[in-house]
T-cell receptor, first 113, second 115 residues
Framework: DVKVTQSSRYLVKRTGEKVFLECVQD?????MFWYRQDPGLGLRLIYF???????EKGDIPEGYSVSREKKERFSLILESASTNQTSMYLC????????????FGPGTRLTVL | GENVEQHPSTLSVQEGDSAVIKCTYS??????FPWYKQELGKGPQLIID?????GEKKDQRIAVTLNKTAKHFSLHITETQPEDSAVYFC??????????????FGKGTKLSVIP
């Protein structure tokens, strides 16, 4: 079974802190994604990556950056956390080809105080 | 870009009844339509999908229909059970050129099945 793991289930940070959210997948998938989930807004794509060291902006990249140094790991970085970044963050991966199932991690609930 | 509208936002049904969730999309280039189920405390999981060359697909109690002309697709769950209670997301996929693509999600439907 594909497994996507996220480093933390719950995280509490203070405004202005630098925050790292880590995601690891064990199925050798080329594509990895970071989404943000908010009530009433569904899933919104922040960034995605097709390959190591490659990244593309999604629909809401402002205030975020990403890093993909290894194929299995995709990190989301909040350079200076703000309260409006309090949200559920979901990581996903899938093989190349696009129109294929995305496998999601369990999510990280981030609270910025 | 693509816009996906999903209705209703909440849905309550009695156990054993059917549930229908509807989605519309805006871009006729979209050609793949997955449905994800998210249980409490978990990430979304694919439950069924349909491609644009197919009008209907069924998997046990779950079925999806697609009307390309009207740009809408629906999820049908029959004989609902309490374990069907979850948030359901529809999505539309399209290639956006230069090797890139876009998967756009609806805002979700919270389904509650009342025993």
């Amino acid at each position: 079974d594909v497994k996507v793991t996220q480093s933390s289930r719950y995280l509490v940070k203070r405004t202005g802190e630098k925050v790292f959210l880590e995601c690891v997948q064990d199925m050798d998938h080329e594509n990895m994604f970071w989404y943000r989930q908010d009530p009433g807004l569904g899933l919104r794509l922040i960034y995605f990556s097709y390959d190591v060291k490659m990244k593309e902006k999604g629909d809401i990249p402002e205030g975020y950056s990403v890093s993909r140094e290894k194929k299995e790991r995709f990190s989301l970085i909040l350079e200076s956390a703000s309260t409006n970044q309090t949200s559920m963050y979901l990581c996903a991966s899938n093989p190349p080809g696009g129109a294929r199932e995305q496998f999601f991690g369990p999510g990280t609930r981030l609270t910025v105080l | 870009g693509e816009n996906v509208e999903q209705h209703p936002s909440t849905l309550s049904v009695q156990e054993g009844d059917s549930a229908v969730i509807k989605c519309t999309y805006s871009d006729s280039a979209s050609n793949y339509f997955p449905w994800y189920k998210q249980e409490l405390g978990k990430g979304p999981q694919l439950i069924i999908d349909i491609r644009s060359n197919v009008g209907e697909k069924k998997d046990q109690r779950i079925a999806v229909t697609l009307n390309k002309t009207a740009k809408h697709f629906s999820l049908h769950i029959t004989e609902t059970q309490p374990e069907d209670s979850a948030v359901y997301f529809c999505a539309a996929f399209r290639y956006s050129g230069a090797g890139s693509y876009q998967l756009t999600f609806g805002k979700g439907t919270k389904l509650s099945v009342i025993p």
